[in-house]
Nanobody, 122 residues
Framework: QVQLVESGGGLVQAGGSLRLSCAAS????????LGWARQCPGKQRELVAT???????IYADSVKGRFTISRDNAKNTVSLQMNSLKPEDTAVYYC????????????????WGQGTQVTVSS
């Protein structure tokens, strides 16, 4: 089992920044890959970014250049720095974990956090 506890999120104006953090605990194999997904209003959940223990990252095209994912392997934490936020970034953001980036990037066989709301006002 894996437990993912998110913090951060909130309300911000367009162009602003927010930082999300997540603490992971449980099976070391199931937290090999960490990442963030989101669910925008009326849409399906989608990948935002993932990162391996070695620091290899994958970003959704919609957030490239604006969001940065990072992790601290010693503390089993993952963070998402979100800059230049847009109203379309409004969503519930979920911390995710799994065996490989290949699987969690497709949101397959992932563990989910409880989610944290990010609202970007125009």
């Amino acid at each position: 089992q894996v437990q993912l506890v998110e913090s951060g999120g909130g309300l911000v104006q367009a162009g602003g920044s927010l930082r999300l953090s997540c603490a992971a605990s449980g099976s070391i194999f199931s937290i090999n890959a960490l990442g963030w997904a989101r669910q925008c209003p009326g849409k399906q959940r989608e990948l935002v970014a993932t990162i391996t223990k070695g620091g290899t990252t994958i970003y959704a095209d919609s957030v490239k250049g604006r969001f940065t994912i990072s992790r601290d392997n010693a503390k089993n934490t993952v963070s998402l720095q979100m800059n230049s936020l847009k109203p379309e970034d409004t969503a519930v953001y979920y911390c995710i974990s799994g065996l490989t980036v290949a699987t969690i990037s497709k949101l397959i066989n992932v563990y989910w956090g409880q989610g944290t709301q990010v609202t970007v006002s125009s």
